[in-house]
């Protein structure tokens, strides 16, 4: 963090951007069960429901919904029901849930990749696996979180699909593309969306500190770039109090984004 306010509160960090940038995936979404996977997409929910979004449902990472919205790494809380796995199904299956997922690689068309770097047949690096990325991208809607921008993870051509870009989509026909939506990438960088006539990657926002030529020389493909690119939006103070006090007073999206 560098410099102070008028208020006495530390200038926001790039960690804080992110998160604000996160927790606007889920503005104004309604009674949808939030999925976040990572530590900063994870602040990011919790401010959505502390501020702007607080009918959003939030779980315990296995299968509880939370009742209230606890601090990084204290637990669920108090507990207001019981989510089995067959009802998480239900609800990504009807559309009812928005997970932000991380990806190894990602292209223009929103293609993800967590399942292997090169040839299937015969991969350099074995990762995750697919596991539930086709059904998450073509039920419900699901952006990407990337702590890490780089010309390694922003690629031309994914190893492998794991999670459905709009191309493969479209060429799959209306069963695929009736709920499929990728919404937006965010990443350390900036924040990016698909709403250009192609449905390819567009350069949405920049994040305050980072320049136009730190995107276009860490993404490995040519982004849509806007004639203005605004910043991501500040995070207000009374979000900063929130983050720093009540969510994650220990500090852990720092780690995840380092100053």
Not at 9 to 26: F, L
């Amino acid at each position: 963090m560098s410099g102070t306010g008028t208020t006495g509160i530390a200038a926001a960090s790039r960690a804080e951007y992110c998160v604000v940038a996160c927790a606007e995936a889920w503005r104004g979404a309604g009674e949808i069960l939030a999925a976040p996977m990572g530590t900063v997409p994870a602040v990011g929910a919790r401010l959505a429901r502390l501020t702007f979004s607080p009918d959003l449902l939030l779980t315990d990472g296995e299968a509880m919904l939370m009742g209230d919205t606890p601090a990084m790494g204290t637990g669920p809380g108090s507990v207001e029901g019981w989510l089995p796995f067959r009802q998480h199904l239900t609800l990504t299956a009807t559309g009812r849930r928005h997970v932000m997922m991380g990806a190894s690689q990602i292209d223009r068309h929103g293609n993800q990749n967590i399942s292997c770097i090169g040839d299937w047949a015969r991969p350099a690096r074995q990762l995750l696996g697919v596991r539930g990325a086709p059904v998450n991208t073509l039920n419900n809607p699901t952006s990407y979180w990337i702590p890490k921008h780089s010309a390694r993870v922003f690629v031309e051509h994914v190893d492998m699909v794991s999670g459905v870009g709009y191309e493969r989509a479209a060429a799959a026909g209306p069963s695929a593309t009736r709920y499929h939506r990728v919404p937006e990438v965010i990443s350390d960088l900036g924040v990016f969306d698909f709403e250009t006539p192609d449905r390819t990657m567009r350069l949405r926002s920049l994040h305050p500190g980072v320049s136009l030529e730190q995107v276009t020389g860490a993404t490995g493909f040519a982004l849509t770039i806007p004639a203005e690119v605004p910043f991501t939006r500040e995070p207000t103070e009374a979000e900063l109090r929130l983050i720093r006090e009540v969510i994650d007073p220990n500090g852990l999206r720092e780690r995840e984004v380092p100053a």
